[in-house]
């Protein structure tokens, strides 16, 4: 995959092949779809462009700590997570920019539905994503999630990735 | 029912009914003899620094407004229009001269003093001259090291008098720095399907965290090559009035001078050299505490301030007997330089809050209980014995002592409002 070449239906495909990952439960390979130098964070409600050392993120993942996330979820002893919530992640109004460039930055809408014990809790948002290409592959650089809620209440936790 | 315990100091035996956790009467008697009689924390200083800041709080299931009025004084207003109730301040923090309610548009200043209305006509000459059309402030409201407080019972006691040996443990916060603490922005505001009690046990309970938070401590392990088993070890104190606290070594690192290897060597420098400057001030001894021990304190009923991996303030109340609102604050020595303070909120958020690698976790443990208290008729009592025959100089930080005092209060005002035959329900 040539940078020039990629389309924003190559984009999509990516993270909706992001999305099937997160919901198939193969959370290693969702940490392989990041860059070495990956990153994966959500700032305070309301606040999404937060200076991390002023507030406390929800999440503010370097590429060792979302490798630990991801590996911490599938233990049995993630007691949160086990057995397993039910989850469903859909992607929309997505909007690509910088296509051609080395550093491709796509925001999109996403609601995630998540299950468990008969309790369905619903987490919207945007995402905001730097992906590049290398080796013909696309890569997530960074991924920031941005939450639209009032509090985190009634779901009283992000346990899942989102 | 007699009481809602079952102390057996000969026998070693403490018991607490489950019926507590699921009962809308008690939750009305909670309220009445608990929420609208202790001291609660409302916020802390370093949140409103200007003249004109303010902040909206619920506290003890009132609406609040928490604003440092055009005098410099600190006041927690009640954010209803004395007029006909409307919420005034409808943005959840600002600066501002005046609260406007927008329905009728009255007005006041930021101490809550009436300043107009349209039409004044209509009302007498003498309207308003014994401040029954301002915004009502909460009578009590007092501080300590910054923290502070409301109370709704205008005959409590001070609060001073309320912390008892909590203060201690403020103390020890306060000491870590010398230009003040202040609260970091983004309060964690989320919730838990359970009891609120069961919050306030889990938040100083060493004994489940080995068990619970297998999998953070596992992560540590993997960091520090040097450490070999993992432990917590220290005691519990019950602190009078219901409060508590457990006191302890743990094997993570504490941005106030314990150093671990995840950590750069210049951070270690750093960390050396604020020890160096603490055993100054105080002393050897005192340093060593303030800089290498972990205390997870409980403020009765509802205050939770954990001195641990960071500073976490933490205040809950219940909507019903099963749900429960939590508000979670972040604590940092104000003149931190920034390298620190990312290391220091890095370490937060692995561990604590609604993201965290743990906090979760608690949260799942808390609504199981929850759930399997409907067995409650069949089912009736909570064990909380551990450590109980022990005595007092040999308590471990993983014994249930600082659970027990807060429940002996619980019990007592209780069985206090049932005696007076007292109830809102």
Known sequence: ?162 | MNSYIFDDKVNNEFLVNRTVFTDREVLARERAEIFSKCWLFIGHESEVPEKGDYKRKKVGGRNLILVRSHDNEIRALYNTCPHRGALIARENEGNSRVFRCFYHAWSFKNDGCLVGMPGNDAYPEDFNNDGSKNMKAVNRFESYQGFLFVNFDDNAISLNEYLAGAKEYLDLIADQSESGMEVLGGVQEYSVRANWKLLTENSADLYHGLPTHKTYFDIKQEQDPDLKKVGLFGYGKDLGNGHGVVEYRAPWGRPIAQWTPIWDENLKKDMERMKERLIEKFGEERASRIADWNRNIVIFPNLVINDIMAITARTFYPTSPGYLESYGYSLAPKDENMVHRLARNNNFLEFLGPGGFATPDDNEALELCQEAYNNNLEVQWNDVSRGMKRDAEDIEGTDELQMRSFWREFDRRIQESMRKGASKV
């Open chain 1, 1 to 162: 995959m040539k940078v020039e070449n990629i389309t924003k239906e190559d984009i999509t495909e990516f993270l909706y092949k992001e999305a099937y990952i997160l919901d198939d439960w193969n959370l290693k390979e969702w940490a392989s779809l990041f860059t070495d130098d990956g990153t994966y964070k959500i700032p305070p409600l309301g606040r999404p462009n937060a200076d991390p050392k002023e507030a406390i993120f929800f999440v503010h993942d370097d590429r060792e700590r979302l490798q630990h996330r991801a590996e911490r979820l599938l233990k049995k002893e993630a007691h949160v997570e086990y057995p397993h919530s039910t989850t469903v992640r859909n992607y929309h109004n997505i909007m690509v920019e910088n296509l051609g460039s080395e550093i491709i930055t796509v925001r999109c809408n996403f609601t995630t539905y998540r299950t468990k014990r008969e309790v369905i809790d619903t987490f919207v948002g945007y995402n905001v994503y730097n992906i590049i290409p290398i080796n013909s592959e696309l890569w997530i650089k960074n991924k920031k999630v941005v939450l639209k809620h009032d509090s985190l209440r009634p779901h009283g936790k992000i346990s899942l990735i989102l």
